[in-house]
């Protein structure tokens, strides 16, 4: 029987709750199934066990799951299965129902105990979506009942397993296997690598948060990206199913492929900008450093004024407006008050006339243009009008600490920013007490300026202050 991968494991989990980073693993089966290379029978072996969590399991798991505290107290910590668990999933497809749980579960538990885990990941939810669209419903009750399944146990994790594997076989019993091998294909988004790279090209990359670089013949990249999963974002730029020009001329220019991992998703974006205004691949177009990006000010003589990014003071970044990515996008956002709050285009500095301005004769200006209203009046009214546009002040003397953590325990990146700025990012007590201490301050970037706004109206108190004078406890991890 020929599946479409020469090692699956058909893997279930039962848990203590939802979460992966919380909660923990009470008993785990695995199916494995590997293919004979002559097309005959495949080998199958099974296997499972209780977990003890460390933790009480919730009375209503328990009534779910059938699983007690009394059940696995006793039974073996997940630490000490490890290893053997890792062994009997390495080199297969992880195939799951609803697969993000149980391989964020199981990601999260092997992390704890230092073992990487970045299998190919298949879903038996969406692959019976993608085979049948007509079913009213996708989950494992409805499979087994649709399909005519006999898996033993229900919510016991083998017999959940089995489950899966049982409708694998189903659907090579009723469907031809081209149709089933090009939707786990699809799902899979299974890369069509091109020549000129090796065949295990994507086997060192992991299925971590990072950025990745694709070189050509020459020493600079031709592309930049991130992900929170590097391995699969790459991997879906050589899908032969391109649905953008870019990846078509990345396939035929590719030679290597280099990566750096993060701790998390802030620290992929920061390093994506950084790279990509250093280093100015080719086929970044959109996301290249772009010389008319900037921020607006208001000068001493109450005009707005455009200030390039090139020539911006990161310090003076607070209390400017914006950020915009052009002279013409800041001109846009002042025609549009003008029109809401009867502001002046000469005044503005959107026309230069001698009379009344434009506004004016369409009677939309309250006449800062012929002496019917004072300039400090009309000004005042634009800084009211300009609130929602402000930069809003830095709130502390000095930078402060975003710390972001990864799956990996192990792993802690700390950014350290300043004035709506990236100053760097450290992995240890002494490269954070060199960026925290750096006197030189970066240019400014309006993609990192964004980001940095957008996380602290989101989440304010992930930026932590350094003190003057500095603590020790400042710089712990």
């Not at 502390?396 to 325990?409: F, I, M, Q, Y």
Request: glycine share 8%.
């Amino acid at each position: 029987m020929k599946l479409f991968a020469p090692a699956l494991a058909f893997v279930d989990l039962e848990t203590t709750g939802t979460r992966a980073a919380d909660d923990r693993v009470t008993e785990i089966g695995i199916v494995r199934v590997d293919c004979a290379p002559d097309g005959g029978p495949p080998r199958v072996s099974e296997w499972s066990s209780l977990v003890d969590p460390g933790v009480p399991i919730p009375p209503v798991i328990q009534s779910l799951t059938g699983i007690t505290d009394a059940m696995v107290r006793g039974a073996p910590t997940f630490s000490s299965l490890a290893h053997d668990v890792a062994e009997r999933l390495d080199g297969c497809l992880f195939v799951a129902h609803n697969a993000r749980f149980d391989f964020g579960f199981l990601k999260h538990e092997l992390a704890r105990t230092g073992l990487p885990f970045s299998p190919r990941v298949l879903c038996t939810v969406r692959l019976s979506r993608r085979l049948d669209p007509e079913a009213a419903s996708h989950g494992l009750d409805a499979l087994i009942a649709r399909h005519g399944l006999d898996p033993g146990s229900r919510h016991r994790a083998l017999g959940d397993a089995r489950a899966i594997w049982l409708f694998v076989q189903k659907l090579y019993a009723t469907l031809p296997a081209p149709e089933i091998d090009a939707a786990v294909k699809r799902l899979l988004r299974i890369p069509s690598l091109p020549p000129q790279l090796p065949s295990d090209a994507l086997d060192a990359i992991p299925d971590a948060p990072g950025v990745y670089l694709f070189y050509g013949e020459n020493p600079l990249p031709l592309y930049v990206g991130k992900s929170i999963h590097l391995r699969d974002r790459v991997a879906a730029h050589f899908c032969g199913d391109w649905q953008h020009e870019t990846d078509a001329r990345l396939s035929a220019e590719i030679r290597r492929i280099e990566f750096e991992t993060t701790a998390g998703e802030l620290g992929a974006l920061l390093r994506e900008s950084a790279l990509i205004k250093s280093v100015m691949p080719a086929h970044n177009r959109a996301l290249r450093r772009k010389a008319d990006a900037g921020v607006m000010t208001i000068g001493d003589d109450g005009r707005p004024a455009f200030v390039r990014a090139a020539d911006v003071d990161p310090a003076d970044v607070p209390g400017a407006f914006g950020p915009y990515s052009s002279k013409r996008a800041m001109r846009a956002m002042l025609q549009s008050l003008a029109a809401e709050h009867r502001l002046c285009w000469t005044r503005l500095g959107l026309e230069r006339r001698d009379g009344p301005c434009f506004a004016r004769q369409l009677r939309k200006c309250e006449g800062a243009c012929v002496g019917e209203e004072a300039a400090d009046a009309h000004d005042a009214r634009l800084i009211g009008a300009l609130a929602g546009e402000a930069i809003p002040a830095w709130p502390w003397p000095g930078p402060a600490l975003v710390r972001e953590a990864s799956a990996d325990p192990s792993r802690t990146d700390v950014h350290v920013v300043r004035d709506w700025h990236w100053i760097g990012t450290a992995r240890d007590d002494g490269e954070l007490s060199a960026l925290v201490d750096a006197p030189a301050r970066p240019t400014f970037d309006l993609d990192v300026c964004r980001l940095l706004l957008r996380l602290y109206a989101r989440q304010r108190d992930a930026f932590v202050p350094v003190r003057e004078p500095m603590r020790e406890t400042d710089l712990q991890y």
